[in-house]
């Protein structure tokens, strides 16, 4: 069950560091698979900016737990995921968004598994 955690772990590292490459070379393309036109100006230096980073550190840190065996390195992408999850439901409460549900329950089961994985693995690399 160990391996299975790290391996999720590992594909979920490369599927983030892939998502914020994305946003260095193609990000109409990137902005696009978020369901996102790509801003202009300014408005786009934060859109690639933040965007960019929030996948190439969790990328960064899911690996670095992995590579590590520190598995309390999944942590911060779990909150950082789960906040988007939280940030979204509370847009569309608002009224400022529709309902995101195709964004909000992958975000919820990452969480759970980044969770659920730091959980089953900790003590592995201290």
């Known amino acids: 069950m160990k ?10 590292a490369l599927l983030f560091l892939a998502m914020g490459v994305r946003w260095i070379v193609d990000p109409a393309g990137a902005a696009a698979g978020l369901g ?3 801003l202009t100006g300014l408005g786009a230096s934060s859109q690639i900016g933040d965007f960019g980073a929030f996948f190439l550190s969790g990328g960064a840190m899911l690996a670095w737990a992995v590579r590590t065996g520190q598995a309390g390195w999944t942590y911060p ?4 995921v789960g906040a988007a999850a939280v940030m979204r439901t ?3 409460a608002t009224g400022n968004a529709d309902f995101a549900a195709q ?5 919820i089961i990452m969480t759970a598994i980044f969770v659920g994985s730091a ?3 900790a003590g592995e690399g201290d």
């Not at 964004?103 to 975000?107: L, R």
């Open 3 to 12: 391996l299975a955690a790290r391996i999720a772990t590992g594909l979920f």
């Open 119 to 121: 959980r089953l693995r």
């Open 77 to 80: 992408p779990a909150i950082m």
């Open 103 to 107: 964004a909000i329950v992958p975000e």
């Open 36 to 38: 996102m036109e790509l």
């Open 90 to 92: 509370l847009a569309w």
